[in-house]
């Protein structure tokens, strides 16, 4: 069995909603509510849902930039929330990176591309010139782009070329973790599936572990061997990647995979069985009573609206829905 390089157990973060000039706390907004989850090394988990759903907030508190609220979050055994600084800083931040949706927003377009890559290791590192300009250029050949590209500056580059200038930062510091946000979303489809392919090929030469956050189950279906659907700030369902996307239980899941390119050829199979969500999500500071989900679900009944279902296994996946009972 592969070794869980990170374990997310119960992870909260809860933001106070304030009014007035004292601030006065009027209620709480659960971007985050009592999510668990865990990735091997070598593995990928994606993180689903709608825009509000908590994936971001939950993929914050993992890269240190949210502090959770309560649970933990284990990397290699440690909890990171009670790692000293000093512990965080060699121990865990060069191990786990991000690469944004949007390529350019972490890149100051004055910089050349060569001084971009080799930041991280500037910051974290004492190696020499020489030593860096070295290793820019094999990181840069590692992604397909040419090693004397890294005079030019970003402007320079398409939104591919540009996302592949984020994978080779992101491989700088030969991360253990690469937490991916909508990694090809803002691109067009026909690159899509090369920044895919990168990516896979990058995991299995580094054995490397992904976190994707995003929206569209199809787009990462390729990468992911586990998937978390998110609704609302907890998890609804959350399995094996390629038996959820064959057999989703969680109507919420059904309803994701009917709106996503994927489904032609599935609900053919399926017998026209698709769910049309109708309605946005509810707001997270006052979400519905019972199942959140119930104000939208074609299924609910009477039961939905006043009790939470809890998240059951069932035959590979955890569901949380009283209709699999
Ligand atoms: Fe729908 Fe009820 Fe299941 Fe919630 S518990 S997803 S409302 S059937």
Redesign the pocket.
């Known amino acids: 069995m592969a070794e869980v390089l990170l374990e997310v157990q119960d992870l909260k973060k809860h933001y106070p909603v304030t009014r007035g000039l004292l601030q006065k706390t009027i209620g709480t907004v659960k971007a985050v509510d009592g999510v668990s989850f865990q990735i091997e090394r070598g593995r990928t988990l994606s993180l689903v849902g709608e825009s509000g759903a908590g994936k971001t907030t939950a993929a914050k508190a993992i890269l240190l930039l949210e502090q959770p609220t309560a649970g933990s979050i284990l990397f290699e055994g440690k909890d990171i929330c009670r790692l000293p600084p000093a512990r965080l800083k060699t121990e865990y931040r060069p191990k786990v990176q991000a690469v944004q949706q949007n390529p350019w927003s972490s890149m100051n377009p004055r910089m050349r591309v060569r001084d971009i890559i080799a930041e991280p290791l500037e910051v974290n590192t004492r190696w020499k010139k020489k030593q860096i300009d070295s290793r820019v250029e094999e990181l840069l050949q590692q992604v397909g782009l040419m090693p004397e590209w890294a005079e030019r500056y970003p402007h320079e580059f398409s939104g591919g070329q540009g996302q592949r200038i984020a994978v080779a930062r992101a491989l700088a510091l030969n991360p253990a973790l690469i937490v991916l946000d909508e990694p090809v979303s803002a691109l067009d489809v026909s690159i899509r599936a090369q920044i895919m392919n990168l990516l896979k090929d990058l995991q299995d030469l580094y054995n490397l572990s992904y976190l994707v956050i995003a929206h569209d189950l199809a787009t990462v279906r390729f990468l992911s061997h586990s998937v978390a659907i998110m609704y609302l700030g907890r998890i ?1 369902e959350y399995g094996e990647g390629e038996e959820l996307c064959t057999n989703p239980l ?3 899941t059904r309803a994701l995979i009917s709106a996503s390119a994927m489904t032609a050829q599935n609900m053919e199979e399926d017998n026209g069985a698709r769910i049309i969500l109708g309605g946005e999500m509810p707001s997270p500071v006052n979400p519905p009573c ?12 009477d ?3 006043v ?3 809890a998240p059951k296994l069932y035959g590979t996946h955890y569901v ?5 009972e």
Do not use: K, W
């Open positions: 609804v969680h109507p919420y019972g199942c959140h989900f119930h104000p939208r679900c074609p299924a609910a009944t039961r939905c609206a009790e939470a279902p949380a829905c009283h209709l699999c």
